[in-house]
């Protein structure tokens, strides 16, 4: 049998059996409590009458185990200045381990939040100190959330250490470049041009804004300075109108924005693009043009080149022409964005002018930006060119004239026509030298714009042929000479002594009417005692009648339609002339009977006839008369009776001669 029997707080920790002599714990070791126990253990025999007794000592040594971690009160949290310097301490972290010996050594280290390796710790005190050779900057980094490790070789916790940077007045203002905006004009005083904001790394820095000189340009071109066109508010950088803007004088402001902070200042630049708007009508360099263009100029020929000038810009500055509603119509074209006037069609000068009267126009160029039109006149001369040559009118002439023709005697008129207009129109004429009788023979003379033919010397008679030249006096340009001739054919006869006489001092002829056209009626016959050409006769027909003559054999025809029953009879006349020159005629009376023709058909005076007559009327009674004409004449006019019906045994008959209808058998009204 086995008993503890000693010592002290030995029995409250362990327990042995005392059958099997195993010693056990009976509650826990505590290491940091007792580190070493020292036990008395007693072996027991008894019989009946006698106990043994033996006693060993039992000594347990207790090794220390980690059981603990080791504990932060709380986290931490610390406020420095940014500029503190290398290595100075900020704070430290303590955490406590209940356990002994190396167990209850702790290890410090920062596990996470060193943001830059900026701080360290030592790791035997939890001292925290910036870390050699770092400068702090709270416009880099505002706070470290540092994570501190806290370990005794096995366990460990953590600490959240906040350090927060208090800020310096040690970073200027940031702008983050130039600035660029676009406002259209003209904008009016208070607008809103922009706002140029600078940053401040700083937190505790005020920013204040100013402007500094305003340069202005206009395209490239430096037009100086201005002071009196923007203002800002020195708060909130808010950049607004002075004055007005117009982009034609300025398009172009850079303006220097300073931001200061009491400590540092720093300048930017906005520059404002003054946007165009169609505020400008296109402006013609010359309003008034006199210009003069030859007629029958080709196309394409410049007329005038219109100049406008728009000082919008853009778009807005482009000008596009167009020509007036008072141009001819499609003599002229514009160039749309040149403004340039050309001939599209040839003209000549009489399209601009009646009567060669001064040829002109005054019409109008139009000029557009889109928005606003500009006008300019346009006064356009036509100038006659002599380009056509003098034309005479009926050429070629046929003229016949006596060889007892006095001198100065005017043997013919005619006319000569020129289109040109002005100088141009002044006619000289004449026989060319090279006709050397005619030129002796005859000469020219004007007589109110009517041209003669004259006798210049005595005639002699035959036939002559020759032309008149008619030319321009002045012909404009000068290398536009132009001539037109004129065809004369001038036959002088031998003297007309005698007149045609006819055969006979009337004729009488007859004609069936209905003949056929050109039906042969009779001939007539003149003679003239003359020789040659002058005593040959033709023949012609006076009056208005439906006959003609042949006129050199005198025979006379039908020449239009006969009716007898319309005319029965024709008187008219036949004149018979002579080729002599005065020529002389003679005429005589024809007389024309139309002779009749079976050519009508007899006409009822009536178209209907009614009569009644009694049943018991006896045979050969007259009832009445049948009337009808006929227009023919003799036996072509004779009529006959007769009844034409499809009934048998009608009892009525008619007179083939008479046309008196008469009853021819009994009546019965039953």
């Given at each position: 049998?086995?008993?503890?029997?000693?010592?002290?707080?030995?029995?409250?920790?362990?327990?042995?059996?005392?059958?099997?002599?195993?010693?056990?714990?009976?509650?826990?070791?505590?290491?940091?409590?007792?580190?070493?126990?020292?036990?008395?253990?007693?072996?027991?025999?008894?019989?009946?009458?006698?106990?043994?007794?033996?006693?060993?000592?039992?000594?347990?040594?207790?090794?220390?185990?980690?059981?603990?971690?080791?504990?932060?009160?709380?986290?931490?949290?610390?406020?420095?200045?940014?500029?503190?310097?290398?290595?100075?301490?900020?704070?430290?972290?303590?955490?406590?381990?209940?356990?002994?010996?190396?167990?209850?050594?702790?290890?410090?280290?920062?596990?996470?939040?060193?943001?830059?390796?900026?701080?360290?710790?030592?790791?035997?005190?939890?001292?925290?100190?910036?870390?050699?050779?770092?400068?702090?900057?709270?416009?880099?980094?505002?706070?470290?959330?540092?994570?501190?490790?806290?370990?005794?070789?096995?366990?460990?916790?953590?600490?959240?250490?906040?350090?927060?940077?208090?800020?310096?007045?040690?970073?200027?203002?940031?702008?983050?470049?130039?600035?660029?905006?676009?406002?259209?004009?003209?904008?009016?005083?208070?607008?809103?041009?922009?706002?140029?904001?600078?940053?401040?790394?700083?937190?505790?820095?005020?920013?204040?804004?100013?402007l500094g000189i305003v340069e202005t340009y206009l395209g490239s071109i430096s037009a100086g300075p201005v002071s009196s066109v923007f203002e800002i508010d020195s708060s909130t950088a808010e950049i607004t109108l002075k004055s007005s803007l117009d982009h034609e004088i300025a398009n172009l402001y850079v303006i220097p924005v300073s931001a200061t902070d009491g400590d540092f200042t720093v300048t930017t630049y906005l520059n404002v693009t003054v946007l165009d708007i169609n505020d400008n009508s296109p402006t013609f360099l010359q309003n008034d043009h006199s210009i003069s263009i030859n007629e029958n100029s080709r196309p394409g020929t410049v007329l005038v080149e219109a100049s406008a000038v728009d000082y919008d810009s853009g778009q807005n500055g482009i000008v596009r022409y167009s020509l007036?509603?008072?141009?001819?119509?499609?003599?002229?074209?514009?160039?749309?964005?040149?403004?340039?006037?050309?001939?599209?069609?040839?003209?000549?000068?009489?399209?601009?002018?009646?009567?060669?009267?001064?040829?002109?126009?005054?019409?109008?160029?139009?000029?557009?930006?889109?928005?606003?039109?500009?006008?300019?006149?346009?006064?356009?001369?036509?100038?006659?060119?002599?380009?056509?040559?003098?034309?005479?009118?009926?050429?070629?002439?046929?003229?016949?004239?006596?060889?007892?023709?006095?001198?100065?005697?005017?043997?013919?008129?005619?006319?000569?026509?020129?289109?040109?207009?002005?100088?141009?129109?002044?006619?000289?004429?004449?026989?060319?030298?090279?006709?050397?009788?005619?030129?002796?023979?005859?000469?020219?003379?004007?007589?109110?714009?009517?041209?003669?033919?004259?006798?210049?010397?005595?005639?002699?008679?035959?036939?002559?042929?020759?032309?008149?030249?008619?030319?321009?006096?002045?012909?404009?340009?000068?290398?536009?000479?132009?001539?037109?001739?004129?065809?004369?054919?001038?036959?002088?006869?031998?003297?007309?002594?005698?007149?045609?006489?006819?055969?006979?001092?009337?004729?009488?002829?007859?004609?069936?009417?209905?003949?056929?056209?050109?039906?042969?009626?009779?001939?007539?016959?003149?003679?003239?005692?003359?020789?040659?050409?002058?005593?040959?006769?033709?023949?012609?027909?006076?009056?208005?009648?439906?006959?003609?003559?042949?006129?050199?054999?005198?025979?006379?025809?039908?020449?239009?339609?006969?009716?007898?029953?319309?005319?029965?009879?024709?008187?008219?006349?036949?004149?018979?002339?002579?080729?002599?020159?005065?020529?002389?005629?003679?005429?005589?009376?024809?007389?024309?009977?139309?002779?009749?023709?079976?050519?009508?058909?007899?006409?009822?005076?009536?178209?209907?006839?009614?009569?009644?007559?009694?049943?018991?009327?006896?045979?050969?009674?007259?009832?009445?008369?049948?009337?009808?004409?006929?227009?023919?004449?003799?036996?072509?006019?004779?009529?006959?009776?007769?009844?034409?019906?499809?009934?048998?045994?009608?009892?009525?008959?008619?007179?083939?001669?008479?046309?008196?209808?008469?009853?021819?058998?009994?009546?019965?009204?039953?």
């Amino acid at each position: 049998k086995y008993n503890l029997v000693c010592c002290g707080t030995a029995f409250s920790v362990f327990e042995l059996d005392q059958t099997t002599g195993i010693l056990s714990l009976q509650s826990l070791l505590d290491f940091e409590t007792d580190t070493f126990y020292e036990l008395v253990v007693e072996g027991r025999e008894e019989d009946s009458n006698t106990i043994y007794s033996d006693y060993v000592k039992v000594e347990i040594e207790v090794k220390n185990v980690n059981e603990f971690t080791p504990v932060f009160s709380g986290d931490v949290e610390v406020s420095v200045n940014e500029n503190i310097g290398e290595e100075k301490i900020i704070t430290d972290v303590t955490a406590t381990d209940d356990d002994s010996g190396s167990y209850g050594s702790i290890t410090y280290s920062i596990i996470d939040g060193n943001e830059g390796d900026a701080f360290e710790i030592i790791s035997t005190t939890g001292v925290i100190r910036v870390a050699p050779s770092v400068i702090l900057d709270r416009e880099e980094v505002e706070e470290y959330n540092l994570i501190v490790k806290a370990t005794d070789g096995q366990k460990f916790s953590t600490i959240g250490v906040k350090i927060s940077l208090q800020d310096e007045n040690d970073s200027p203002p940031i702008y983050s470049g130039n600035f660029t905006v676009g406002i259209y004009e003209p904008g009016k005083p208070g607008d809103r041009v922009g706002s140029v904001l600078a940053t401040d790394p700083d937190s505790s820095s005020e920013l204040f804004y100013s402007l500094g000189i305003v340069e202005t340009y206009l395209g490239s071109i430096s037009a100086g300075p201005v002071s009196s066109v923007f203002e800002i508010d020195s708060s909130t950088a808010e950049i607004t109108l002075k004055s007005s803007l117009d982009h034609e004088i300025a398009n172009l402001y850079v303006i220097p924005v300073s931001a200061t902070d009491g400590d540092f200042t720093v300048t930017t630049y906005l520059n404002v693009t003054v946007l165009d708007i169609n505020d400008n009508s296109p402006t013609f360099l010359q309003n008034d043009h006199s210009i003069s263009i030859n007629e029958n100029s080709r196309p394409g020929t410049v007329l005038v080149e219109a100049s406008a000038v728009d000082y919008d810009s853009g778009q807005n500055g482009i000008v596009r022409y167009s020509l007036g509603d008072d141009w001819p119509e499609g003599k002229f074209i514009i160039d749309e964005m040149s403004g340039t006037v050309r001939v599209e069609e040839s003209f000549s000068f009489l399209d601009f002018s009646s009567n060669c009267d001064a040829g002109s126009f005054t019409s109008s160029i139009i000029a557009t930006d889109g928005v606003s039109t500009e006008v300019a006149t346009v006064t356009v001369t036509i100038d006659d060119i002599n380009n056509h040559a003098p034309v005479f009118i009926g050429s070629p002439y046929s003229i016949i004239t006596s060889e007892t023709a006095e001198l100065d005697q005017i043997i013919s008129t005619f006319t000569i026509e020129d289109l040109d207009c002005g100088l141009n129109q002044y006619i000289i004429t004449k026989i060319p030298d090279y006709y050397i009788y005619p030129k002796v023979l005859f000469k020219l003379n004007l007589l109110n714009d009517e041209y003669q033919l004259m006798v210049a010397s005595p005639l002699v008679q035959g036939i002559y042929h020759f032309r008149i030249q008619a030319y321009n006096a002045l012909p404009f340009p000068l290398n536009y000479f132009q001539a037109g001739y004129g065809n004369f054919t001038v036959t002088v006869m031998p003297e007309n002594v005698h007149t045609p006489k006819f055969n006979s001092t009337t004729y009488t002829f007859s004609v069936f009417e209905n003949s056929d056209i050109k039906t042969f009626i009779g001939v007539v016959y003149a003679s003239d005692e003359d020789l040659g050409d002058t005593g040959l006769v033709h023949y012609t027909v006076l009056n208005n009648v439906p006959f003609e003559v042949h006129e050199t054999s005198g025979v006379i025809t039908v020449a239009g339609s006969l009716d007898r029953e319309t005319i029965s009879h024709y008187v008219f006349t036949v004149v018979a002339t002579d080729h002599g020159y005065p020529t002389k005629n003679s005429s005589v009376n024809v007389s024309v009977s139309i002779a009749d023709i079976n050519d009508n058909l007899p006409i009822f005076v009536k178209q209907s006839y009614e009569g009644s007559v009694l049943e018991n009327a006896s045979v050969g009674l007259n009832l009445f008369t049948i009337e009808a004409n006929d227009t023919d004449l003799g036996n072509s006019a004779s009529i006959q009776y007769s009844l034409e019906t499809n009934e048998n045994n009608l009892p009525f008959q008619i007179d083939s001669v008479l046309g008196i209808i008469s009853t021819s058998g009994e009546l019965d009204f039953e």
